[in-house]
């Protein structure tokens, strides 16, 4: 398994975010879905190593992360596309990819290969000397992508990926999803059902904190047979999954 997540708990103040979550990943694509506020980006928070939980074991590409020589070295193979993400905006495309590059411990001679391909993956590699203060928003989504998958890590978290990028440009990146998953564990967190329905494996459902479903898409889609809570069969399982965990957790 590449994550291994057992009876995470975190909170802010006195709010419980993550409530003793489990959550098993090997190779492949699977999404992450849930209502806002469901804990997504605590958890891919907690995955990408920057928060902490108060509780529970994480295991991530087989090894524990407690341990502070271990997680340097994971670090190194984990590629994290924050929710929002910050930059130098005088910054070329390039530079600002580089600099992940940099921060992931890469060994400098293949850092501008792997820039370049970094770059050429998203569709961004013509704009690679644009400032990134000049970018539309799509393309920063699509930089943050590139910076994730920069050091062709064994684990890519991408929070929201998708948000701000054109129809076309969503077709592409599930492609590409698709391509990085066949060996790495790639987690998506995305409101699109869509996205999940075409580039996942399988697919996690949180709410409150806690995992809910878990299955492949068409095990959530079967889950639908309100023909009133959802435009597409994902949709009606989407909503018959939250509905079922609410309803035993009453
Ligand atoms: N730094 C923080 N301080 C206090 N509360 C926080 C903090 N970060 C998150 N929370 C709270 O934790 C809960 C889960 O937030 P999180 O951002 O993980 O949800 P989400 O599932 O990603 O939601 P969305 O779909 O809206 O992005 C929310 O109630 C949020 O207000």
Same mark, same amino acid.
């Given at each position: 398994?590449?994550?291994?997540? =057992?009876?995470? +708990? %975190?909170?802010?103040?006195? !709010?419980? @975010?993550? $409530?003793?979550?489990? /959550? ?29 939980? =108060?509780?529970? +074991? %994480?295991?991530?590409?087989? !090894?524990? @992360?407690? $341990?502070?020589?271990? /997680? ?46 970094? /770059? ?131």
């Amino acid at each position: 398994m590449t994550v291994t997540v =057992e009876g995470v +708990r %975190i909170g802010y103040r006195n !709010r419980v @975010v993550l $409530d003793g979550l489990d /959550l098993h990943l090997g190779t492949g694509v699977h999404g992450l879905l849930g209502p806002n506020g469901a804990g997504k980006t605590t958890l891919m928070r907690v995955l990408a190593t920057v928060d902490r939980p =108060e509780a529970g +074991r %994480i295991r991530l590409l087989g !090894r524990d @992360v407690a $341990d502070p020589a271990v /997680l340097r070295q994971v670090r190194r193979r984990i590629g994290y596309l924050p929710q929002t993400f910050g930059y130098y905006p005088r910054f070329t495309v390039r530079e600002f990819v580089e600099y992940f590059a940099w921060l992931k411990e890469m060994p400098p001679a293949g850092v501008p290969l792997a820039v370049d391909r970094a /770059l050429e993956r998203v569709g961004l590699l013509d704009r690679a000397d644009d400032r990134m203060k000049h970018l539309s928003g799509g393309m920063l989504r699509r930089a943050g992508i590139a910076q994730g998958i920069v050091n062709d890590p064994r684990l890519l978290l991408l929070d929201e990926p998708t948000a701000g990028l054109d129809p076309e440009q969503r077709v592409d990146f599930r492609a590409l999803l698709r391509e990085i998953g066949v060996d790495a564990c790639v987690l998506v967190s995305t409101h699109l059902v869509e996205d999940v329905a075409s580039a996942c494996a399988t697919v996690s459902l949180v709410d409150g904190g806690r995992l809910v479903f878990t299955g492949t898409p068409d095990e959530l889609a079967a889950l639908g047979t309100d023909p009133g809570s959802g435009d597409s069969p994902i949709e009606r399982g989407y909503s018959a999954a939250l509905r079922d965990a609410r309803g035993v957790r009453r």
